[in-house]
């Protein structure tokens, strides 16, 4: 199993060229000893920095916020422009990297599938738990929309500077299923180690990435928006936020399940997400 891994990685990575993807530069495959020369990421993983409260201060909301986007460019590449897609099946910010500049880049590969349409897509649940999508565990397919909620974990883990357990165990149904969201405020759920975001471009990024990540955790796959529609959004600019940021709640953020039901509605990621 373990050579499987690594071969597997070694295959997929080099077919990857993405700027938030780690760099591969070589690899060692013998009876006694495999290992991969990677790229060297000074800052380590996301994980680790978000454990330390000095590092995780120095990843201001800005570097946080470029964190998500990047990222999301990552998975947006693997799932839309590679071609079969690649499915990465292990997002976590366990293996996102960061180097000097605190820029992210997306690591681990071992259990990276390719989605062939000539094929089936069912395959042994991986990943780590408290970030595997929900119906892995019984349906046991593999689709682009598994990464898209990972990746809505890892956001949410961003914002709050922990693994959002409880977040996850509230909207464990559907977002929209939750009175209990409206009473949440989005500014209390924030890493409290940083201070509370003043500047507008800021504030109104947290509140797109919030509002993405909980569309991203929907129970249903068919309601997540695409990871391309994701990172077009990230991109996209937004004008002034409707309220004051601290009156805002997290049940003002849920996007009814219609706007992504069949991603199909949104291929060319046209639509807006309005907060």
């Known amino acids: ?29 013998h009876k006694r000893s495999m290992f991969l020369i990677y790229e060297y990421m000074e800052r380590g993983s996301l994980f680790c920095v978000l454990s330390n409260d000095t590092e995780a201060v120095d990843l201001n909301w800005s570097k946080r916020i470029n964190v998500i986007k990047g990222i999301a460019n990552a998975l947006s590449y693997m799932h839309h422009d ?27 590969f071992g ?21 595997i999508a929900p119906e892995c565990a019984y349906t046991m397919i593999i689709t682009e929309k598994c990464d898209v909620y990972s990746y809505g974990v890892v956001a949410l883990e961003i914002l709050v500077g922990r693994h959002p357990q409880e977040l996850l165990s509230l909207f464990s149904l ?20 940083l201070a509370t975001p003043t500047n507008c ?24 928006p695409s990871m391309k529609h994701v990172s077009q959004q990230l991109l996209a600019r937004k004008g002034l936020l409707a309220k004051p940021f601290t009156d805002i709640s997290l049940g003002q953020l849920i996007i009814p ?12 990621g046209t639509s807006e997400i309005q907060s």
Do not use: W
């Open 82 to 108: 590679c071609t079969p897609s690649i499915v990465h099946r292990d997002v976590t910010t366990t293996n996102i990297l960061l180097n000097s500049k605190l820029e992210p880049f997306l690591a681990d």
């Open 257 to 268: 399940d219609k706007v992504f039901m069949d991603a199909e509605i949104d291929q060319n």
């Open 201 to 224: 471009v800021v504030v109104r990024d947290i509140v797109l990435v919030a509002t993405i990540a909980l569309a991203c955790i929907n129970a249903n796959p068919k309601c997540r």
């Open 111 to 131: 259990t990276a599938k390719l989605l062939d349409s000539d094929s089936s897509n069912r395959t042994m649940i991986a990943g780590t738990y408290g970030y």
């Open 1 to 29: 199993m373990l050579r499987h891994s690594f071969t597997n990685e070694v295959k997929t990575l080099t077919e990857l060229r993405h700027s938030n993807i780690v760099r591969l530069h070589g690899f060692c495959l």
């Open 174 to 193: 559907s977002p929209s299923s939750s009175s209990t969201a409206q009473d949440i405020m989005l500014a209390h759920i924030l890493d409290k180690r």
